[in-house]
């Protein structure tokens, strides 16, 4: 392909279309004032597609394991051409405290399996062979071999790096007019910001309040995997990172808020210590918060919405993982030829408020 692309937004999303679109032929300038800062900073890094599905949320499932699939070869690639480390743990496990969670583990097993993803269910004393750091009042475990984890602010370097030798163009300023931009095509890729960027956008801002905790001498290793559950109905997750964990994250709707609380914090910890007694001794070294991109049934907006504008919001707490499958679905539908991966993803199925009337007709 030739032509020029804008790319409005430099978080995962953003710098990941930027580097595949310049790779594609495309002349690319990314519009930024602080690349990486958003979301992409804050986020836990997992790639859970199948522990975190749901009974009825299919085409969720189907679009995170599309790029599941992708992130191999995309993060093997992403650690060749720029000498970062991205993967932090090679599988994940969901751990279930009652039986009421228990019955939840299961029902999500048999889910998957009848669509063909098979999870290994683990009794108390197998979770506790794998994890010996985890309670010993777990009682259930799901184990997905396939899913891994990776740092986020590492592929956030490495994005930018392999762009920018791909001859992506930076500019460290805000764009408030993506039409205005001089540019055969504009994808906005703006996170939360999108939704002011083109009005009708059903992108919504969700805090989530993060943690990051360094291990100290003398107290347990983290855990080899990713650790997920529900603790008093509060989702929370360890995640391991370098020398010790990140720990995620608390659900607000609480429009452009990014304080991080001390109720934030308290139950993040509590939660943490429920599932991993010794967490307590390691060291606090890290609060932050982010605003998730929401959409409205979970599943990010990827497609054209004018002549002109290409849209990459809505990913939610699934950015990350969303990375690999967002970039070739952009790519794709810059060179007019949609990836068929990405179908339940179109901005059109939001109706008339996301796309142009030209579009609709036409």
Avoid at 22 to 31: K, P, R
Avoid at 97 to 124: E, I, K, N, P, S
Avoid at 348 to 360: I, K, S, V, Y
Wanted: proline share 7%.
């Amino acid at each position: 392909m030739s032509g020029t692309v804008a790319v409005v937004g430099g978080g995962v999303i953003g710098l990941s279309i930027a580097w595949r679109a310049a790779q594609a032929g495309w002349t690319v300038t990314v519009y930024d004032p602080r690349v990486g800062s958003g979301a992409s900073w804050v986020a836990g890094g997992m790639l859970a597609p199948l522990s975190e599905g749901w009974p009825g949320e299919d085409a969720v499932l189907t679009v995170g394991a599309a790029s599941l699939d992708r992130w191999p070869d995309f993060g093997a690639e992403l650690e060749r051409a720029t000498g970062e480390t991205l993967f932090t743990s090679q599988s994940s496990m969901t751990v279930a405290l009652d039986g009421a969670d228990a019955a939840d583990l299961r029902t999500v097993a048999d889910w998957l399996d009848g669509r063909g993803y098979h999870l290994d269910l683990l009794t108390r004393p197998q979770v506790r062979a794998l994890e010996p750091a985890l309670a010993p009042t777990i009682r259930l475990g799901l184990l997905a071999e396939a899913e891994f984890a990776v740092d986020n602010r590492a592929l956030v370097r490495a994005l930018r790096s392999a762009g920018e030798a791909a001859g992506v163009r930076f500019v460290a300023e805000a764009v408030t007019d993506p039409d205005g931009l001089a540019a055969d095509r504009v994808v906005v890729a703006a996170g939360t910001a999108s939704a002011r960027l083109r009005p009708g956008l059903p992108v919504r801002p969700v805090k989530g309040e993060v943690l990051r905790l360094r291990h100290r001498p003398g107290v347990a290793p983290a855990p080899s995997r990713t650790i997920r559950a529900s603790v008093h109905g509060r989702p929370v997750y360890l995640v391991p990172r370098g020398n010790g964990l990140v720990v995620g994250a608390t659900q607000h709707e609480s429009g452009e808020d990014t304080a991080v609380t001390v109720a934030g914090v308290r139950d993040l910890i509590l939660d943490a210590q429920a599932l991993m007694p010794s967490l307590g001794e390691y060291e606090l070294h890290e609060t932050t918060a982010g605003l998730r991109p929401m959409s409205p049934d979970n599943l990010p907006i990827l497609g054209r919405v004018s002549e002109k504008i290409v849209v990459a919001a809505g990913h939610g707490r699934n950015g990350i993982l969303l990375t690999p499958l967002s970039a070739d679905a952009v790519v794709a539908e810059l060179s007019g030829s949609p990836l068929p991966e990405a179908e339940a993803c179109k901005p059109e199925r939001f109706g008339t408020a996301a796309t142009d009337t030209r579009m609709r007709m036409g």
